[in-house]
């Protein structure tokens, strides 16, 4: 009677986390679990895709990665455990971006699915076979409605003309084709992409669309913690925003989108800018004017 260890390329391994931000740092952990018949100094193999961190055995580099068992190597894109043992059942951990910070593994800057092509041999004398299916990891811009939003500036004199600059911050994950929506609130301008016309608005990246009283950048691709810049009123003059005629506080209500395919969706918070009445000294104030004494004859 033949006594042998599992066949090459058998097995299965997976991967945790399975998703993963764009460009964000990750500690993977792979396990794989022995066929039966297990192995006898035999080996495992790891391509990492093109993007992620190419592996390392040294703790402190990008893509650093630990076995539980086995002796760990890398060249280029590829880490071998040799020398695993493991009965019938029995796993073997590998983790890649062990311990995280500098050792972290980088993922790409694009998003997609990344496999994690997996080979196997049960014996130091078998020949590295690819395993039945190898675990893959979902790479994905942020969340639709993450990201902040502030402007500049948050007070203005009621029924003044002013340029508003509104600056969006992308999330961890960034954006890809995305779209930021800017509704400016009743009694403000309508947006405008003309220049010369009241509530004119440009944006620093991406194509500006005006309907009612919303504005939408599309086309955004930011990468995490880069900005938008949208300027309503940019210019100043004819193509000023102007603020409604009575005071109180106007909520620019700022909708976001991460993909195209995305949905716009409200940001946890929106910018807000309060309008105020002119100094009581200040004569060109029309309530000021109406109740302000005749001059001495």
């Given amino acids: 009677m033949t006594v042998s260890n599992s066949n090459d390329g058998t097995g299965t ?13 990750n500690t993977l952990t792979f396990t794989y679990t ?37 002796t760990v190597s890398a060249a280029g894109q590829v880490v071998t455990v040799s020398g695993v043992t493991l009965t019938s059942g029995s796993t073997l ?11 972290s593994a980088l993922a790409p800057s694009s998003a997609g699915t990344s496999t994690f092509t997996t080979q196997e041999k049960s014996t130091s004398s078998g020949t590295l076979t690819n395993l039945a299916s190898s675990p893959t990891v979902t790479v994905s811009n942020s969340n639709d409605g993450t990201g902040t939003e502030t402007v500049s500036p948050t007070s203005v004199t009621v ?8 600056t969006y911050t992308a999330a961890a994950g960034g954006t890809a084709s995305g779209a930021v929506a800017i509704t400016a609130p009743s009694g403000w301008s309508a947006p405008s992409t003309s220049s010369g016309t009241a509530g004119y608005t440009t944006a620093s990246t ?22 938008l810049t949208v300027t309503y009123g940019a210019g100043g003059g004819a193509s000023s925003a102007l603020a409604p005629s009575s005071a109180g506080t106007s909520t620019f209500t700022t909708q976001e989108k991460s993909t195209s395919s995305g949905t716009l969706t409200n940001l946890a918070s929106s910018p807000t800018a309060d309008g105020v009445r002119p100094p009581w ?17």
Avoid at 93 to 103: I, K, R
């Fill in 13 to 25: 391994e997976t991967v945790s986390p399975t998703s993963v931000l764009v460009s964000s740092s």
């Fill in 34 to 70: 022995a066929a039966s018949g297990g192995l006898s100094s035999g080996a495992v193999t790891i391509a990492a895709p093109a993007g992620w961190s190419a592996p390392s055995t040294s703790s402190g580099t990008a893509g650093y990665t630990t076995a539980s068992t086995g």
């Fill in 93 to 103: 951990t590998v983790t890649y971006g062990a311990g995280g910070g500098a050792s």
């Fill in 159 to 166: 029924g003044s003309s002013d340029t508003l600059v509104f």
């Fill in 206 to 227: 991406g194509t500006v669309s005006a309907a009612g009283q919303v504005v939408t950048v599309s086309g955004v691709t930011l990468t995490s913690g880069s900005t």
């Fill in 281 to 297: 000294g200040h004569f060109g104030d029309p309530q000021r004017r109406a109740s302000s004494p005749p001059a001495p004859a």
